[in-house]
């Protein structure tokens, strides 16, 4: 069976946590933070997790993850 490729960009999104779910950042909080209020902003902060709907699709794009 031959390798399998990392999707590159996906890789710098993701990170697998301890319990074999995948973490990212929220969007959002790149551009335009005038309009937002400081609670929206401090929400955004943290990280999230993968919803259970797109878990295979990312379970695919990071095969050694």
Same mark, same amino acid.
């Given at each position: 069976?031959?390798?399998? +490729? /990392?999707?590159?960009?996906?890789? *710098? !999104? #993701? =990170? +697998? /946590?301890?319990?074999?779910?995948? *973490? !990212? #950042? =929220? ?39």
């Amino acid at each position: 069976m031959p390798k399998l +490729k /990392t999707n590159r960009a996906a890789a *710098k !999104r #993701f =990170k +697998k /946590t301890g319990t074999g779910k995948f *973490k !990212r #950042f =929220k969007c959002g909080k790149a551009h335009i933070l005038t309009k937002k209020d400081s609670k929206m902003k401090r929400r955004l902060r943290k990280p999230s997790t993968v919803d259970s709907a797109l878990e295979k699709q990312t379970r695919r794009m990071l095969p050694y993850a």
